[in-house]
C-alpha cells in the first residue's frame, strides 16, 4: 500500500442542521518522498482536507491510511501519538510561542514525546535551526524575528521529531514574493534531506507548479 491513501474521503459541516458537503469523495495514493502542492481557489477545501490527512479531523464518510494505519480505528491518545511523532505541520500563522526563544521552540515537540535525551534534542534543534539559515537567531524571540524568520522557525519546530509527512497550510501566505519563493524552496530541500512526504496547500499557482506534483480540488473532487 502507498504510505498515504485516502479512499473517497467525505467532508460536510453542518450550519445549523443544514450539512453543506465540501470534500465530495477525495481517492488518492500518495508514495513516500513525494512533494505534492494542492491548490484550488480559496473555500475549495484544501485545509479541510489536510486536518484529515493529519488526523486533526475526521472524514463524514471514507478512510485515511497512512503509513498502513486506518485512521478512523485509532483511539485518540494514538492520534495524538501520531500527530506529534509522524507528522509535522506549518501552518499560515506560527503559532510560535511568544515567551520563548526559537531554540525553546523548536525543542517543545521533543519534549513532549520525551523519546530523545535533551542533549541530542539540543543538538538536533540547534542543527535545524542552522539548516534554516537561523544559525545566529537561536535565542531571539519570536517578536524579535522577521515574518519570514518567525515562519522558518516553525519548520524547524515541525521537523524536529523527524515526521514522515510535512503538512503545510498556505505557509507563505502572510510573506512577499522574496520571502516565500525562498520559503517554499527550504521546504522541498529540507523535505528531501529529512526523508518526508511534502504535501502544500497553496493558491499561488507560481510556486505549485515548482513542485513534482499538484492536486486540484475543485468542486469538492480531484482534477488532477
Ligand atoms: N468548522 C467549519 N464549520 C463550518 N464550515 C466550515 C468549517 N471549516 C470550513 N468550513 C467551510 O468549508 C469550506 C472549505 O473550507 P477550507 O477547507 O478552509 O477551504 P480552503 O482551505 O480551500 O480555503 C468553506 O466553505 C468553509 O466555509
Ligand atoms: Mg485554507
Known amino acids: 500500500m502507498p504510505f498515504l491513501v485516502t479512499e473517497r474521503l467525505e467532508k460536510s459541516y453542518s450550519l445549523g442542521k443544514v450539512p453543506v458537503p465540501v470534500l465530495k469523495g477525495i481517492t488518492l495514493r ?8 494542492v491548490i484550488g481557489p480559496s473555500g475549495v477545501g484544501k485545509s479541510t482536507l489536510l486536518h484529515l490527512l493529519g488526523a486533526l479531523d475526521q472524514p463524514t464518510a471514507g478512510e485515511v491510511f497512512l503509513d498502513g494505519k486506518t485512521l478512523s480505528t485509532m483511539t485518540p491518545d494514538e492520534l495524538a501519538e501520531l500527530r506529534n511523532r ?36 539540543a543538538v538536533r534543534a540547534k542543527e535545524l535551526l542552522e539548516k534554516v539559515g537561523l544559525g545566529a537567531r537561536l535565542n531571539h524571540r519570536p517578536g524579535e524575528l522577521s515574518g519570514g524568520e518567525q515562519q522558518r522557525v516553525a519548520v524547524a519546530r515541525a521537523l524536529m521529531n523527524r515526521p514522515r509527512l510535512l503538512l503545510c497550510d498556505e505557509p507563505s501566505g502572510n510573506l512577499d514574493g522574496e520571502a516565500a519563493a525562498s520559503l517554499h524552496r527550504l521546504l522541498i530541500e529540507l523535505s528531501q534531506s529529512e526523508g518526508s512526504t511534502l504535501i502544500i496547500a497553496t493558491h499561488n499557482h507560481e510556486l505549485a507548479e515548482t513542485m513534482e506534483r499538484v492536486i486540484e480540488l475543485r468542486d469538492g473532487k480531484v482534477a488532477e
Do not use: C, W, Y
Open 30 to 37: 500518495i508514495e513516500k518522498g513525494e512533494h505534492i502542492a
Open 86 to 121: 509522524d507528522i509535522g505541520f506549518i501552518f499560515q500563522f506560527h503559532h510560535l510561542l511568544p515567551e520563548f526563544t526559537a531554540t525553546e521552540n523548536v525543542l517543545m515537540p521533543a519534549l513532549l514525546t520525551n523519546s530523545t535525551s535533551r542533549t541530542a534534542a
